[in-house]
């Protein structure tokens, strides 16, 4: 019977092989471009498709081919803000390629990883992302699967996988750069958590670009407390109240920044005039905002998640690396450090 008078049912592969006289297997060649299918034999396929507005199965095709075309991001926090930028940076470099997605969020709990980990092998992924929700290392996944692995933001802890992450302690280093460029030389170090690997090689890029000038950390590097305003007050208020003099507080993010703000205007000392201010990470929405508008570094997370995923195709494709690749930073100037003096 002529597959145009059957029922209503969707159209199949097999009414488009009867439709143009040829056997299953042909015409899924045929639709599938496959070379070994003379030229004339495709077009009378390709015409009975047309005919009868058949669309291909994207995952039966996949069957029929070495890949899918499907890369999957697992993610331990999809509401993290710093997760957010490293998938859309993921994302575009994905697109651009006519790749598929498929995102799963693990929630920051290891069987719930596994269980999606384990629904995306079952869809035929032919590459993973894996994104961290800190910087601080992870363990891998890489063991056991049969397609490539990359791992961004939190870099993996086996040293055989390829990992993608901030550099932070550079971060740290062009921070400290940016404040001697506009003259101040006592620089004190509010930092955040230190169990955060972010936190502690901020601090250290930091200390180290100060020796290279013959200077120290005003209050030393163990400045350390919870993430968040309330923390940036409190240290501003002891470093004043301490009588050790400083003429810049650099935070380790524009959260403990937005906070040495406040306290600084309490007590009467004008920034950038008497101290300047600088924090990490630059989120738009805290640092265009403060008053004054807060300089800060920021950690280019767009980019580090492109770079991840377009290395993540070149595997696909054969390309194999392994390592630690350290994203670059920028310094984003505002009014919160001044004007430049050097």
Avoid at 224 to 245: A, D, M, Q, Y
Avoid at 260 to 280: H, I, K, W, Y
Wanted: hydrophobic share 40%; glycine share 10%.
């Amino acid at each position: 019977m002529d597959a145009r008078k059957r029922g209503k049912g969707a159209t199949t592969l097999t009414d488009v092989a009867e439709l143009a006289g040829v056997s299953l297997a042909t015409a899924s060649k045929a639709i599938n471009g496959v070379s070994q299918v003379r030229a004339e034999t495709r077009q009378k396929v390709l015409d009975a498709a047309a005919a009868l507005s058949f669309t291909p199965n994207p995952f039966a095709k996949a069957l029929n081919s070495a890949t899918t075309g499907t890369i999957g991001m697992l993610t331990q926090d999809l509401d993290n803000r710093f997760v957010l930028p490293v998938l859309l940076g993921a994302e575009d470099a994905f697109g651009a390629g006519s790749t598929s997605v498929l995102l799963a969020d693990a929630r920051s709990d290891s069987i719930r990883e596994n269980h999606q980990l384990n629904m995306l092998l079952a869809k035929r992924v032919d590459g993973l992302l894996v994104v961290g929700r800190t910087t601080n290392p992870r363990p891998s996944i890489t063991a056991g699967l049969s397609i490539p692995v990359v791992y961004v933001y939190a870099p993996s802890e086996d040293p055989e996988d390829l990992s993608f992450t901030p550099d932070n302690h550079d971060a740290g280093r062009q921070a400290v750069e940016h404040l001697l460029s506009r003259g101040r030389r006592r620089i004190a170090f509010i930092n955040g958590d230190p169990s955060y690997t972010a936190a502690r090689d901020r601090v250290a890029g930091a200390a180290e670009r100060m020796r290279e000038e013959g200077l120290s950390l005003v209050g030393g590097t163990g400045l350390f407390g919870p993430w968040g305003e309330r923390w940036g007050r409190r240290c501003t208020e002891s470093l004043v109240e301490s009588g050790e003099r400083f003429d810049a507080l650099l935070c380790g993010s524009d959260q403990l920044a937005r906070g040495a703000l406040d306290q600084l205007r309490e007590s009467a000392l004008s920034v950038p005039d008497d101290v300047a201010v600088m924090g990490f990470d630059n989120w738009d929405v805290l640092a265009e905002e403060a008053r004054p508008p807060l300089t800060s570094v920021e950690m280019n997370l767009q980019q580090l998640g492109r770079s991840a995923a377009q290395q993540l195709v070149r595997a696909i494709g054969g390309t194999s690396a392994r390592g630690v690749r350290l994203g670059s930073v920028r310094v984003v100037p505002r009014e919160s450090t001044g004007s430049w003096t050097l």
